[in-house]
T-cell receptor, first 114, second 116 residues
Framework: AQKITQTQPGMFVQEKEAVTLDCTYD???????LFWYKQPSSGEMIFLIY??????QNATEGRYSLNFQKARKSANLVISASQLGDSAMYFC???????????FGTGTRLKVLA | NAGVMQNPRHLVRRRGQEARLRCSPM?????VYWYRQLPEEGLKFMVY????????ESGMPKERFSAEFPKEGPSILRIQQVVRGDSAAYFC??????????????FGEGSWLTVV
């Protein structure tokens, strides 16, 4: 069984600063993928970034990077140079290799302050 | 190339009525998934379908909920005799294959069901 834990229900960050959203996971599968999604107030799920369990380097996508620490089973999302439009819910998810299910965390609500 | 299309975006039903949510996957995708998001929670897997087949419905409530993905037309999530606890956002997603660990699935914009 897999599990995702997001311990920060809410976070604040000043505009233009960096912020880290925590995600820890639990899985017994040797191969898996980790994902981050953004859900703005309009409700849609926006894919941000993906990290494979065997990827040697941390994933980056523009202002998003994933701080992947496999031994600690953590996959924190780092948003650099925060913008007001980054205010949203952020969900971490995991999927084991060969499967078709995402297991989502409960999310972190980020508020960017002007 | 249109994304995953869901409709309606918002649906209001009285208790006891039926709700039908539709999902058209991305072009070329034959794998469809439905997830439910209760208020202030993350998404929870409901069902996985391929054309004309239900592959895994382990996340579906045993009663009142059903899903289909016919050979022609969209996937349908049907909720009979809705209750207030069914109020949630229902997301459809699609993928080109059934192994999504190394491949993202593409979500629709969601359908928000409110039961009054």
């Amino acid at each position: 069984a897999q599990k995702i834990t997001q311990t920060q229900p809410g976070m604040f960050v000043q505009e233009k600063e960096a912020v880290t959203l925590d995600c820890t996971y639990d899985t017994s599968d040797p191969s898996y993928g980790l994902f981050w999604y953004k859900q703005p107030s309009s409700g849609e799920m926006i894919f941000l970034i993906y990290q494979g369990s065997y990827d040697q380097q941390n994933a980056t996508e523009g202002r998003y990077s994933l701080n992947f620490q496999k031994a600690r089973k953590s996959a924190n999302l780092v948003i650099s140079a925060s913008q007001l439009g980054d205010s949203a819910m952020y969900f971490c998810a995991i999927s084991a290799s060969g499967t078709y299910k995402y297991i989502f965390g409960t999310g972190t609500r980020l508020k960017v302050l002007a | 190339n249109a994304g995953v299309m869901q409709n309606p975006r918002h649906l209001v039903r009285r208790r006891g009525q039926e709700a039908r949510l539709r999902c058209s996957p991305m072009k070329g995708h034959s794998h469809v998934y439905w997830y439910r998001q209760l208020p202030e929670e993350g998404l929870k897997f409901m069902v996985y379908l391929q054309k004309e087949n239900i592959i895994d419905e382990s996340g579906m409530p045993k009663e009142r909920f059903s899903a289909e993905f016919p050979k022609e037309g969209p996937s349908i999530l049907r909720i009979q005799q809705v209750v207030r606890g069914d109020s949630a956002a229902y997301f459809c997603a699609s993928s080109p294959t059934g192994d999504i660990s190394g491949n993202t699935i593409y979500f629709g914009e969601g359908s928000w069901l409110t039961v009054v």
